[in-house]
T-cell receptor
Framework: AQKITQTQPGMFVQEKEAVTLDCTYD???????LFWYKQPSSGEMIFLIY??????QNATEGRYSLNFQKARKSANLVISASQLGDSAMYFC?????????????FGTGTKLQVIP | DTGVSQDPRHKITKRGQNVTFRCDPI?????LYWYRQTLGQGPEFLTY????????KSRLLSDRFSAERPKGSFSTLEIQRTEQGDSAMYLC??????????????FGAGTRLSVL
């Protein structure tokens, strides 16, 4: 069974600084996809970034980048130049091969608080 | 493009009552998903549709739960004889099979259910 582990329940970062949110995963499937979502207090899950297991380069989307270390099975999210609006829950997730890769398995999340 | 819309945003009900939630996916997205999120956890997969066909159901989806997507557009999730353990955020997501093949699921803001 696939598993996503986020070991940081909460993180603080100073505004304008960079922060890394940790994610490790476990799967026996050679083909998988990893996602990061942001969930503000309003509740909506906002897609941030995607990394495929066969992608040669680390994914980047604006201030978000994914530090993908396949051998270590880690997919850490790096947020550069933190902003107050980045305060939210962040979830790492993996596409599950069961059910034709339609199911996404989520970690327990990291609560990020940006300090002015 | 208005995003995934869920209604109502909040629902308070008494134990034993039936409730129904609605989800309107992003237009022309042929896949629709339901997830449940309890406090302090990531979303957990419940079920998904491709067009009007319900292709997978989680073991979490007990007999009291039923989901429909009659015309392949909006979907409803009904919970019969609600129990206090049903209290959670119910999230809907949609995705499209057209394009790059990366199955990015876009989420709505959720319906928060409180069973008294």
């Amino acid at each position: 069974a696939q598993k996503i582990t986020q070991t940081q329940p909460g993180m603080f970062v100073q505004e304008k600084e960079a922060v890394t949110l940790d994610c490790t995963y476990d799967t026996s499937d050679p083909s998988y996809g990893l996602f990061w979502y942001k969930q503000p207090s309003s509740g909506e899950m906002i897609f941030l970034i995607y990394q495929g297991s066969y992608d040669q380069q680390n994914a980047t989307e604006g201030r978000y980048s994914l530090n993908f270390q396949k051998a270590r099975k880690s997919a850490n999210l790096v947020i550069s130049a933190s902003q107050l609006g980045d305060s939210a829950m962040y979830f790492c997730a993996m596409r599950d091969p069961s059910g034709g890769y339609q199911k996404v398995t989520f970690g327990t999340g990291t609560k990020l608080q940006v300090i002015p | 493009d208005t995003g995934v819309s869920q209604d109502p945003r909040h629902k308070i009900t008494k134990r034993g009552q039936n409730v129904t939630f609605r989800c309107d996916p992003i237009s022309e997205h042929n896949r629709l998903y339901w997830y449940r999120q309890t406090l302090g956890q990531g979303p957990e997969f419940l079920t998904y549709f491709q067009n009007e066909a319900q292709l997978e159901k989680s073991r979490l989806l007990s007999d009291r739960f039923s989901a429909e997507r009659p015309k392949g557009s909006f979907s409803t999730l009904e919970i019969q004889r609600t129990e206090q353990g049903d209290s959670a955020m119910y999230l809907c997501a949609s995705s499209s099979t057209v394009g790059t093949g990366v199955n990015i699921q876009y989420f709505g803001a959720g319906t928060r259910l409180s069973v008294l």
